[in-house]
């Protein structure tokens, strides 16, 4: 029988591990905290600790991982994300193939969970397809003629970093006017850190957790009707609308599929969502596309990463379209 492979997810704030079977099953989960904040030293411990709980059940034919970017899929060196303090150029493929001795594929989580979804999720025979995580960071995926869609350094897709403000983009601080910046789960935590006063609900959910207003905590109010969580959310869907309606506009794709923590928020994202981005796009995109959540949830990222592991056996990482292809 064909042996299963291992899919990892490492996140800025979780770290999953499963293994994934022939048949595309996961089983043996394992799920822990990153940590990140400790360094990379402690966090390759925690990776190799949810590797070895899931290779316990049987042998393994390789490893898949789906890791913050920027990283460089062909070497598998993540490079420095921004939700992965202290991670300059660590070789993670060489550290968990000596680990393990089996080889390992390491590639963008965002990428990865796109490829989930377009073999298996809400992305399906969707052609061109552009997939947003909105978690810790915002990232994204774009498949592109059956393919992912890398760019002459594997670099490509990188939607979460498009400067929205420039005005705040300035001086050292130039994450402050991405997309990311201003729409993701830590930009959600900092506006609720930044609203939600002492007696407000958003800070009476977060004590009752014995913690910081948190993203989870805005939404919980907003279920509620609080004004705070409403103010809140009406300004992230406003950025994330206008960053989908640039991505609509430059790859004209059939659906964009957003995943990650933040997008659990359902129809209170969704509806409005849909509702902003047509008023950003010139009328002949418009009703050209779906925007769908992610079907997969947090499995997204393990399919895929094992997946792509699946695929890299075939041949080595390339991108989706070369000067040299298009002239031939």
């Known amino acids: 029988m064909k042996p299963a492979c291992i899919g990892v997810d490492l996140g800025g704030t979780k770290i999953a591990a499963a293994r994934v079977e022939p048949n595309g099953y996961l089983t043996s989960r394992v799920r822990m905290e990153t940590r990140a904040r400790e360094g990379p030293e402690r966090v390759l411990e ?49 550290e968990l193939e000596q680990k393990f001795g089996v080889p390992v594929r390491v590639e963008n989580d965002a990428n990865a969970a796109a490829w989930g979804e377009y073999l298996w999720g809400a992305g399906m025979n969707s052609d061109p397809l552009v997939y947003i995580t909105v978690s810790t960071g915002i990232g994204s995926g774009l498949v592109v003629n059956d393919r992912l869609l890398r ?26 006017g991405t997309l990311e910046g201003l ?75 957003i995943g990650g923590g933040v997008a659990k928020a359902g129809d209170r994202l969704f509806t409005p969502l849909r509702e902003r981005v047509e008023e950003w796009l010139m009328p002949s995109f418009v009703g050209t596309y779906d925007i769908l959540p992610s079907a997969l949830g947090d499995d997204a990222g393990i399919l895929g990463a094992a997946a792509l592991w699946e695929e890299g056996k075939k041949g080595s990482v390339s991108p989706a379209w070369t000067p040299d292809k298009d002239q031939n």
Do not use: C
């Open 46 to 94: 925690r990776i190799s600790e949810a590797i070895r709980n899931v290779m316990a059940g049987g042998e393994v034919d390789g490893i898949g991982v789906a890791s913050p970017g920027p990283l460089d899929a062909r070497t598998g060196t993540i490079l420095s994300p921004p939700n992965l303090p202290g991670w300059d150029r660590v070789p993670l493929k060489a």
């Open 183 to 257: 729409a993701s789960g830590t930009a959600i935590d900092a506006l609720a850190a930044e609203a939600a006063g002492p007696g407000s609900r958003i800070w009476k959910l977060a004590e009752a957790d014995g913690e910081r207003p948190r993203a989870e905590h805005v939404f919980a109010a907003l279920k509620e009707g609080d004004p705070d969580a409403e103010a809140i959310v009406e300004k992230v869907i406003h950025y994330l609308a206008v960053g989908v309606a640039n991505a609509i506009h430059f790859l004209n794709p059939r659906r964009i599929v």
């Open 151 to 176: 760019g002459a350094d594997t670099f490509a897709g990188e939607l979460g970093q498009m400067v929205l403000e420039p005005s705040r983009a300035q001086g050292g601080h130039l994450r402050d």
